[in-house]
């Protein structure tokens, strides 16, 4: 079992910043990839984006650019550094930390946090 616990999001203005965060109850080194997604109401939930335990990334084309996904293994949590935040980036974002093995792989899945970006 991993336990994924998100943190930072919030309200914030278009043009503003935010950093979520996501601690793994395991060693983030352990878990093959973790990502962020988001889910706007309504809409069906999306990749933002993932990187792996070798530290490859990988981006949505909507946020290309604008923000960084991160980890820091020492402290087994992955950040997203959101920049430039427009009105479309407002949803609950979540994170998900995948284990994968030869067969199959597992998900888990955090709470969720809320980032409303005001125009």
């Known amino acids: 079992q991993v336990q994924l616990v998100e943190s930072g999001g919030g309200l914030v203005q278009a043009g503003g910043s935010l950093r979520l965060a996501c601690a793994a109850s395991?060693?983030?080194?352990?878990?093959?990839?973790m990502g962020w997604y988001r889910q706007a109401p309504g809409k069906q939930r999306s990749l933002v984006a993932t990187?792996?335990?070798?530290?490859?990334?990988n981006y949505a084309d909507s946020v290309r650019g604008r923000f960084t996904i991160s980890s820091d293994n020492a402290r087994n949590t992955v950040y997203l550094r959101m920049n430039s935040l427009k009105p479309e980036d407002t949803a609950v974002y979540y994170c998900?930390?995948?284990?994968?093995?030869?067969?199959?792989?597992?998900?888990?899945w955090g709470q969720g946090t809320q980032v409303t970006v005001s125009s």
């Open positions: 395991r060693s983030s080194l352990s878990l093959s990839v």
């Open positions: 998900k930390a995948e284990i994968r093995y030869t067969y199959y792989s597992q998900e888990y």
């Open positions: 990187i792996t335990s070798g530290g490859n990334t």
